[in-house]
């Protein structure tokens, strides 16, 4: 039972972080591949200040206002670049941060990891952090639906569709991209936070730019600027491996069986429904 | 008659009754579960495959020769990932109830899931974690293999004995390789050396040129190089397509035939230390049967998993499946006659008194040195 | 260290900073010959399917462990493990581009990569399930066969030495190709309109899989250069891959020259860039892909279109 509880600890904490990257890349069309920097650095500095005692409700904002911070730095210069440029630099930007944690041994313990980091109190047990995980994920995502039905929201779907259009009729596209990002790595960072103090135990392989495909994944699955395609892959993605385990394969299959069902997965949706299982046929992703 | 007949079967009843209390019931065996954290997937998933044959074979051996308990080996896969050893731990104590847990195999998993089984009165006894944070893990944490503070010190003593005074350390980038490097470097200069250059390789890597041009840079007598057979391999080849010739000392992780078989010659005259490995009658019949089962020749650690599957068994044998009764078994381990050695276990569930083969690589074998 | 500082001491240290700077420079050409190698097809495919292939990596792969198959599993001679596992690799890649690439040729950019992605670590995976994790030589004899030159300064190997010369044999040739063929001009006027080519007679369908067999085969040459310089393993792709990704950018994306230089930017920024060592100083080698990756974010700060946009 407490197994299902984990999985569903893991899945909440992945729809945060799945809707986050929905509202730049599903939202504006921001091909940002390095997402997972985000998740890391949120993780990190909640484990940080939560081992210095910090309480949790301080660490996790302050994870999340670094992390929109960090947002703020990669937008800066890699915003105004087109597609592939974009995607190529924001990736850059993962491999780097996922160095820095790795190497900065002052700072972060590099490959030591970061053991004992505590549990914010009255959530301790794992039904509890359950509860509290369920409760800020549900948070998130209304936020999120409200800025993203917000005429905020709308201004952003607008520059995804046609950018020359949106900035004729005098939108600043830097600027809503820019915070768009933000917002963005924000809840990144909220989700990463909430990963920290769940698994109380942080190491940099958590956070390798290969992590950041799995994301990308939930969110094209359910479907690209789809709220609700989010939420719903998520769930779906996360539940489907599961199975797996109890198939009496030869043990060095099973980890590759996974990599590949989600690949194949992933290929067939794209083909036969691009837009994903919620998504509404959208023009900038799907012609 | 009536009343005898109704005498006769209260008696006949009472004497059921009682017999049914007082004696145990014959082949009904008590299941238990053991469940394992291993490597299956990842890096360090050819070991891992020898260490689940190494805990299958003790798990078939010990239900052989006994019939009060019927084992069960539950085997879940971390790929030595941290993330996954939380999950599986979970798996296999919350869902499985299991209070006995063989591996993981690498260090931080064990770290990351110590605090827990403290907390869940949980056994973890590993074959392979060697750093040295593991010794204060907590009491339900114990360990067959020696720290990375004595292998470090070991390799650092060879440097000495060979009268090397300048030193390079290439590590694999991650706990296991920081942790040794680190002690290298720290025993090594308490003993009048010096380690001129400390360098990382990337865990997955290929192309070690530049770390191996840096240390040709500094020009030191020896160098030491910590790695997985993988990488390990190509890190010892790339040194000597370089030009550099100076002696090579490594630590356990390498000590695999997958690593001279990528190596090839260039891995003429590397030293290697290892935890003691036994080669004792208890080895060879452990050898025997590992050979007999899955044909070919027990790997690094399997014997270390062989063993700790054995003591689990052996301590829920002796003192029943509780988690405190084995745990107090354990630590009362003095001397046990296992595969890969004599075991004792001290108050930190570390095991003591296990030294280290060298061993050197002559024609593109492991020798003792 | 003791604070043993002569000015003696510290010549020598500066000097050995010039001492490994030529072995430096080298590995970093090298870096550079290999991620070109790789550089070299993807530009050309992105050429004509106007998105990065990123599973081009694991195409080199599967040329490697073809080769491995015919060349130490089944022990043919050498060419004949060449042209058959060239001959494999294009049919791997006729069967992805006509099945899954060619459905969604023209959609945005997005799409293209994910799904190129997702063949990627289909690959992979397959890989893994097949080959085993493991790493696998393609030396035959376990032999080294390095070459000392210049009093030490510089060691490199044979298998690198080929990889030096191919890389310009094979650019050169690709040039003549594009420039001299009729099939080579057809090829670049797809890639420059196709809807113009389309117009005029061309077949752009048969160009498009002709562009992407030839592309297949540059990649399943360099898998083969890569694995005999460093091994193969199933994941062997993904980071050349990547790197060749940053390198195509960085020089300007659809432009082949602007591919090769950005290649040898990238493999000489990230050898350098760790390799540099003041004293007994040098940066950790845990950054070497911050230097790759830096180096590029840097230039796209400055020309945000690429070195060599035409």
């Not at chain 2, 089984?117 to 040295?132: K, L, R």
């Not at chain 2, 890190?235 to 990528?262: C, F, H, N, W, Y």
């Not at chain 3, 399917?49 to 022990?75: R, T």
């Not at chain 3, 562009?211 to 085969?217: E, K, L, P």
Request: glycine residues 10%; neutral net charge; contains cysteine.
């Amino acid at each position: 039972m407490s197994h299902i509880i984990d999985i569903l600890i893991f899945m909440s904490i992945w729809v945060i972080l799945a809707q986050s990257l929905n509202v730049a890349l599903g939202f504006t069309g921001l091909l940002n591949f390095g997402h997972i920097a985000f998740f890391g650095i949120g993780a990190y500095t909640s484990a940080l200040l939560g081992l210095a005692g910090c309480p949790f409700v301080i660490s996790i904002f302050s994870s999340a206002i670094l992390a929109m911070l960090f947002g703020f730095l990669l937008g800066l210069p890699t915003i105004r670049l087109k597609e592939h440029y974009l995607a190529i630099a924001t990736l850059g930007f993962g491999a780097i941060i996922y160095d820095i944690l790795l190497n900065w041994q002052g700072l972060t313990r590099g490959p030591f990891g970061l053991p004992g980091i505590p549990r914010p109190t009255f959530f301790e047990g794992t039904f509890s952090y359950f509860l509290l995980t369920l409760g800020i994920a549900i948070i998130s995502n209304i936020i999120i639906y409200i800025i993203i039905k917000s005429p905020f929201g709308k201004t952003l779907e607008v520059i995804r569709e046609d950018e020359l259009a949106a900035s004729a009729i005098g939108i600043n596209v830097f600027k809503y991209k820019l915070q768009s990002l933000m917002i963005s790595a924000f809840f990144a960072g909220i989700a990463g936070s909430l990963f920290a103090h769940f698994m109380t135990f942080l190491d940099p392989s958590s956070f390798k730019l290969i992590e950041t495909i799995y994301i990308i994944l939930l969110v094209v699955f359910g479907g690209l600027g789809s709220f609700w395609g989010a939420i719903l892959g998520t769930v779906i993605l996360v539940i489907l491996p599961e199975p797996l385990r109890f198939l009496p394969l030869p043990p060095y299959t099973v980890g590759p069986l996974r990599q590949l069902l989600y690949a194949v997965l992933l290929i067939v949706m794209i083909l036969y429904k691009p837009s994903g299982l919620c998504g509404k046929k959208v023009k900038h992703f799907i012609k | 008659m009536i009343k005898k007949l109704a005498i006769l079967f209260i008696v006949l009843i009472s004497f059921s009754l009682f017999g049914c209390i007082a004696v145990q019931p014959q082949g009904e065996a008590q299941a238990v579960k053991i469940g394992y954290i291993l490597p299956l997937t990842g890096d360090l998933a050819s070991i891992g495959a020898e260490l689940n044959n190494s805990v299958m074979l003790a798990t078939t051996e010990t239900n052989a020769a006994q019939a009060k308990y019927v084992f069960e080996a539950v085997i879940e896969d971390d790929a030595c990932r941290p993330e996954n050893t939380v999950k599986s731990y979970d798996k296999l104590v919350k869902q499985d109830g299991i209070k006995f847990i063989g591996g993981p195999a690498c260090s931080s998993p064990i770290l990351s899931i110590a605090p827990k089984a403290n907390q869940d009165n949980v056994i973890i006894v590993s074959g392979s974690a060697t750093q040295a944070d593991i010794t204060t893990a907590g009491d339900f944490v114990f360990r067959v293999v020696p720290s990375d503070n004595a292998q470090g010190a070991e390799g650092a003593k060879i440097a000495n004995e060979k009268g090397y005074k300048k030193a390079a350390v290439l590590y694999v980038n991650n706990d296991y390789g920081k942790g040794l490097s680190e002690v290298f470097k720290a025993e090594f200069e308490k003993l009048g050396g010096e380690v001129l250059l400390t360098d990382s390789l990337e865990q997955d890597g290929t192309d070690f040129r530049t770390q191996i041009t840096k240390v040709k840079g500094v020009n030191p007598e020896v160098l030491y190089m910590i790695s997985y057979p993988k990488s390990g391999g190509v890190l010892i080849k790339q040194v000597r397509e370089l030009g550099l010739t100076l002696p090579l000392i490594s630590a356990e992780g390498m000590k695999d035939q997958e690593t001279l078989d990528i190596a090839g010659k260039a891995a003429e005259g590397l030293i290697i230390t290892s935890p003691s490995s036994n080669k004792d009658a208890n080895y060879q019949k452990f050898a025997e049967a590992y050979k007999a089962k899955y044909g070919n020749e027990p790997g690094i650690y399997s014997s270390e998993y062989y063993d700790l599957a054995m003591l689990l068994m052996k301590s829920v044998i002796e003192a029943g499946p509780d988690a405190n009764l084995v745990k107090a078994g354990l630590y009362a381990t003095k001397n046990y006659g296992g595969a890969s050695g004599k075991i004792t276990l001290d108050e930190n569930g570390d095991i003591v008194g296990k030294g280290f083969d060298r061993s050197v690589v002559k024609d593109g074998k492991f020798e003792a040195l | 260290m003791t604070g043993d500082y002569s000015r003696g001491t510290i010549f020598v240290k500066m000097s050995h900073v010039l001492d490994i700077l030529p072995q430096l420079i080298l590995n970093g050409i090298i870096a550079g010959a290999i991620y070109s190698l790789v550089a070299l097809g993807l530009s050309l495919v992105y050429g004509v399917l106007k998105f990065i292939n990123m599973a081009h990596g694991e195409f080199a792969m599967c040329g490697a462990y073809s080769f491995f198959l015919f060349y130490v599993f089944l022990k043919w001679p050498f060419f004949a493990s060449l042209i058959f596992a060239i001959i494999l690799t294009i049919l791997l890649g006729f069967l992805i581009e006509r099945t899954i690439y060619r459905p969604i040729l023209n959609s945005p950019p997005l799409i293209p990569l994910i799904i190129s992605l997702g063949v990627s670590f289909m690959l992979q995976a397959l890989a893994i399930i097949f080959f085993k994790p493991d790493v696998r030589s393609l030396s035959l004899t376990g032999e080294i066969n390095t070459h000392i030159l210049f009093n030490g300064a510089i060691a490199i190997t044979n298998a690198q030495i080929v990889i030096l010369l191919i890389v310009p044999i094979l650019v050169l040739a690709l040039f003549l190709f594009l420039k001299k063929t009729k099939i080579g001009k057809a090829i670049r006027a797809t890639a420059d309109n196709r809807e113009v080519a389309e117009v005029i007679g061309i077949n752009t369908s048969r160009i498009i899989s002709i562009s992407f067999m030839i592309g297949s085969i540059l990649a399943a040459i360099a898998g083969i250069a890569i694995a005999f310089d460093q091994n193969l393993f199933p994941t062997m792709g993904l980071r050349v891959g990547l790197k060749a990704f940053a390198a195509i950018i960085l020089g300007g994306i659809g432009n082949i020259p602007g591919a090769i230089v950005g290649s040898f930017i990238i493999g000489l920024a990230e050898n350098i860039g760790i390799g540099i060592m003041i004293g007994n100083f040098s940066m950790p080698s845990g950054y070497k892909e911050t230097f790759a990756f830096g180096i590029l974010i840097l230039i796209l700060l400055l020309r945000p279109q690429g070195i060599c946009r035409t």
